[in-house]
């Protein structure tokens, strides 16, 4: 494998893709490219990420469309068809990542499976304290993690320790369950084959599921990515879940249906005659 395309997923806080941006361009391996999926931020909060984005020591690319509520999916489909990697990591601009999350995303990559990692929630006034003070958490030692979980600034310190785990990886082959996209690595040509996220589940809630659902249907498998690539994820007020209910629904009934792989209205839209410009390559 060679170029690995980061999908980072943002709208309306700056201060935190900052922190996120901030911790990527710290990567040991460099050898990515990143794509800021913006779901919407007003014009002021653009110009300032693209600002930021300017000091980027790998190549970046900026894809926005407007606001019209929660449509994360269809911003990564967005962001997916500029992309330029043969493997596709996708994470949440709140969170912040060790130096060593790309190499080891690397390491775990194997044909034929998706490999979703975990994460560690920060306290709310943590959170604070940490985008106030610009904190370069990602650099800090275990030991220091130690000290934030006595202190109940994180929710657990189990997720910082390293295990190998080898064949206990794959034990649950189609297990669709907390393989959220805050962390989580496909094949892109998995997720083009799939169609993508489907952007009939509109508003907050399950897009996400129901694309792992669909690449386990099409025979991809769990890899756990846990006890290996942690994302440390800044605490934030929840979205609107006035959709959830429906979006959950339409989840459990594509659960049902084995044969039920491509999204209805996923990637493939834009996938040709794309416009958008790399920010600094």
Known sequence: ?????????????????????????????????????????????????????????VSIQYVHHDDQGFRAGTIRNKAVAVSQGEYLLFIDGDCVLGPEFIARHRQLAEIGCFVPGNRVLLSESFT??????????????????????????????????????????????????????CNLAVWKNDFLRTNGFDELFEGWGYEDSDLVIRLIHAGIKRKEGRFAVPVLHLWHRHNDKSKQDSNYQRLMDRLKQQDFIVAIKGVSQYCKGASYAPLRV
Not at 38 to 55: E, I
Not at 144 to 156: E, G, H, M, T
Request: proline share 5%; aromatic share 10%.
């Open 1 to 57: 494998m060679n170029l690995i395309s980061v999908i980072v997923t943002t709208y309306n806080w700056p201060a935190a893709l900052e922190l996120c941006l901030d911790s990527l361009f710290a990567q040991n391996d460099r050898n990515f490219e990143i794509v800021i999926a913006d779901d919407g931020s007003t014009p002021v909060n653009q110009a300032l990420t693209q600002v930021y984005c300017a000091k980027s020591p």
């Open 128 to 181: 604070q304290e940490v985008i106030e003070n610009h904190i370069q958490i990602y650099k800090e030692s275990l030991l220091y993690f130690i000290s934030l979980r006595l202190q109940n600034k994180i929710n657990r310190i189990s997720a910082f320790i390293r295990l190998p785990l080898g064949f206990l990886r794959k034990l649950q082959p189609k297990k669709w369950q907390k393989a959220m996209t």
